[in-house]
């Protein structure tokens, strides 16, 4: 089936612009979480979505950095006035959240942003 | 989170069994064991993830000790196309969703 899927998977943008990226989850999958990673480095959490609600957006870097969710489905990312240190690949995740003990993640692809 | 322990890289030869350990000593009751990994420039996939009895799928199998303080990861037969981080989390259990921690993870590469 289709699994989780982010766009664009490239994004090049100057300094001081906003970025939107977008995360479609996988079908019924009620729980998405992004994530970021910068070259040669682990995975940071962000913020995280149990339907439309963010009940953690205990990782977001700056006030900068912002996200919804509509419909308990499609997410975007918005980081505004973009800073060179934003350079990374944005992760997005979605789990069903049937059971507090077992709640696998899937992963999609990634965005590629790159702050010149 | 409980704390998870791992090489740092390992090697192996295609072909061959990639028997990758994880210790977890610290680990809960209720807490699952997952395994992850991550191949260059890609997104992390998962893998496996088992309470304490041993699991078996399409990928890999898992082997958890009786005490659930370690386990190990098996890639039965591994390509050249798992070579990867391999990540053993230990998520915590919780009424709210998580981040999952991937630590440094275990680098596997696997030679003709």
């Known amino acids: 089936g289709a699994g989780v899927s982010q766009s664009p998977s490239n994004k090049v943008t100057e300094k001081g612009k906003d970025v939107e990226l977008r995360c479609d989850p996988i079908?019924?999958?009620?729980?998405l979480y992004w994530y970021r990673q910068s070259l040669g480095q682990g995975l940071e959490f962000l913020i995280y979505f149990q339907g439309n609600s963010a009940p953690d957006k205990s990782g977001l870097p700056s006030d900068r950095f912002s996200a919804e969710r509509t419909g308990g489905s499609v997410s975007t990312l918005t980081i505004q006035r973009t800073q060179q240190e934003d350079s990374a690949v944005y992760l997005c995740?979605?789990?069903?959240?049937?059971?507090?003990?077992?709640?696998?993640?899937?992963f999609g692809p990634g965005t590629r942003l790159t702050v010149l | 989170d409980a704390k998870t322990t791992q090489p740092p890289s390992m090697d192996c030869a295609e072909g061959r069994a990639a028997n990758l350990p994880c210790n977890h000593s610290t680990i809960s009751g209720n807490e699952y064991v997952y395994w992850y990994r991550q191949i260059h420039s890609q997104g992390p996939q998962y893998i496996i993830h088992?309470?304490?009895n041993n699991e078996t799928n399409e990928m890999a199998s898992l082997i958890i000790t009786e005490d659930r303080k370690s386990s190990t990861l098996i890639l039965p037969h591994a390509t050249l196309r798992d070579t990867a981080v391999y990540y053993c989390?230990?998520?915590?259990?919780?009424?709210?969703?998580?981040?999952?921690?991937f630590g440094k993870g275990t680098s596997l590469l696997v030679t003709p």
């Open positions: 989390i230990v998520p915590p259990v919780s009424n709210s969703g998580y981040a999952l921690n």
């Open positions: 079908s019924g999958h009620t729980a």
């Open positions: 088992g309470l304490k």
């Open positions: 995740a979605s789990s069903l959240r049937l059971l507090p003990s077992t709640d696998t993640q899937y």
